[in-house]
């Protein structure tokens, strides 16, 4: 009984929709037996546990009817037709607030039977709420769409200027928000390129048939009222498929200046993701080019755009990412106040290791060397690029406490590692290969007849190279060092 799929779908409901999942199956218009009430008013006071002992088919029976032998046949219907009501309840509750089909399908009903005058009423104040919307999102382009359809079908007897209207406003709708599945969609393919060339498919045909340049140089030079949207959804693409692409990004920035209303939460979640994926290439590739706007990115998700709770849960490459940008930034803090608020969303088979790198990082950046080492050498992530992170901290840690050969052996070891690792992206190698080789020159500086001169020479090597982990670290033990 425990394992009925009635069961997850009542937990789903708060107390007021068991109310109305009850007043729905008492309405006469839906059709449901008495017995299936009947039924359903002993579960309530079970909500939102239904623990096994309460809700066994046995005591439920016996709780409805008193006198009567158990009838196995009889519970597994009455269980079907709640699951089937269960589900036709979401349905309806789902039509109510989804503009899209209630609209088109009330115009449909009144254009069949011929209600002319309704239909241009009704149809007149949809099109007003769709033209006086401050924001521009998917939905609204297929409402607008399956409108104008109707008005189109409406008027296609006449073929009057608002018959082409409609038409042209239909087609528009359509257009844009093929363009916006589709450039997304082309966007996932490049991103995850090993699923998207599993097999062809009509819309890489497509786009492998059509001149992406010229239709892109079309875009960009569009007026119409949807501009803002289209060119938004442009410069995304731009900056998913090419990650130099400094200038899409200005013009992204420039766009949410003007018009970050006209974008919904959805749409804006979206636009904040291809910019954080366009900041983390361009730190890798130009020494943290981005830094300061990936922080404030990275804050501002997570202050108007996540709401924490144990069954929402940040990414790790998230976790990760804001955790080097708090740091790299001067925010040591954040990476504290960042443990303690949302350990808990913290995906849940990385929790105790994500809890342990922000550790490690936040006393290594408040000088508690000791107990960085202590909580990095506890980290068990298998992620080639946090396994990376973590041995770098781990040879500063030793460093920091003048364990010199600990430094020498785990510098070695982390060079074994970037020779052998198969995931890491062949600037992020580089960058930890240098890293290894300053420190190892750093700790032969120190043992020469002349060490000023060895380590003026090895800053101007650090100054010279524009691929390295922590720069800013190896030149403050260099400057401690000459002093």
């Known amino acids: 009984m425990y394992k009925s799929k009635l069961f997850p779908i009542l937990r789903s409901f708060t107390s007021e929709e068991l109310r109305e999942f009850e007043r729905y199956l008492a309405s006469p218009f839906f059709g449901y037996k008495a017995f299936v009430l009947k039924f359903f008013r002993h579960l309530p006071k079970y909500h939102p546990h239904y623990r096994d002992e309460d809700i066994s088919k046995e005591a439920l029976f016996k709780k409805v009817y008193t006198h009567r032998k158990y009838n196995d046949n009889l519970v597994r219907r009455i269980l079907s037709d709640l699951i089937r009501a269960a589900e036709d309840f979401l349905t309806l509750k789902n039509f109510k607030g989804n503009d899209i089909f209630r609209n088109a399908c009330l115009l449909n009903e009144l254009r069949n039977r011929g209600l002319n005058d309704s239909f241009r009423v009704r149809s007149g104040s949809i099109l007003r709420e769709i033209e006086n919307s401050s ?24 073929r009057d200027d608002v018959m082409q209207e409609a038409y042209d406003q239909m087609a528009e709708s359509l257009s844009v928000f093929f363009l916006r599945s589709f450039l997304s969609y082309v966007n996932h393919v490049h991103t995850f390129r090993r699923k998207g060339e599993a097999k062809d498919n009509i819309s890489l045909s497509l786009f492998k048939a059509i001149d992406d340049r010229r239709l892109l140089k079309s875009l960009e030079n569009y007026r119409g009222k949807l501009a803002p949207y289209v060119k938004m959804m442009l410069y995304n693409f731009k900056i998913v498929n090419d990650r130099n692409d400094v200038s899409s990004y200005k013009n992204i920035m420039k766009l949410l200046d003007d018009h970050k209303k006209y974008f919904s939460e959805t749409e804006l979640k979206n636009i904040y993701v291809n910019i954080s994926k366009f900041f983390n290439y361009q730190n890798n590739l130009n020494n943290n080019r981005f830094i300061k706007e990936t922080f404030e990115l990275y804050e501002l998700f997570l202050k108007e755009y996540f709401i924490p709770s144990p ?64 909580a990095a050498s506890e980290i068990g992530f298998q992620q080639a690029v946090i396994v990376k992170d973590v041995r770098i901290l781990k040879i500063k840690c030793m460093y920091e406490l003048d364990y ?57 090597k650090i100054a010279d190279c524009g691929n390295l982990n922590e720069t800013k670290w190896l030149n403050e033990k260099i400057v401690s060092l000459i002093k």
């Open 311 to 374: 069954s929402l849960r940040l990414q790790l490459s998230f976790c990760r990412n804001y955790i080097n940008a708090s740091k790299s930034t001067g925010n040591a803090e954040k990476i504290k106040v960042f443990r303690d608020t949302y350990s808990d969303c913290f995906p849940e088979e990385h929790e105790r290791d994500v809890e342990l790198f922000c550790t490690a990082v936040y006393e290594f950046e408040k000088r508690n060397f000791a107990e960085s080492l202590k």
């Open 135 to 158: 924001e521009i999102n998917a939905e609204l382009l297929l409402n607008s769409y399956f409108v104008n359809l109707e008005i189109k079908e409406f008027k296609t007897s006449v």
């Open 404 to 460: 010199i050969e600990s430094v020498r052996t785990e510098t070695d070891n982390f060079k074994r590692f970037l020779s052998s690792t198969k995931t890491l992206t062949p600037q992020s190698i580089k960058r930890g290969k240098h890293f290894a080789s300053f420190v190892l020159q750093l700790l032969r500086s120190v043992n020469t007849r002349d060490p000023s001169t060895e380590l003026a020479l090895l800053r101007k």
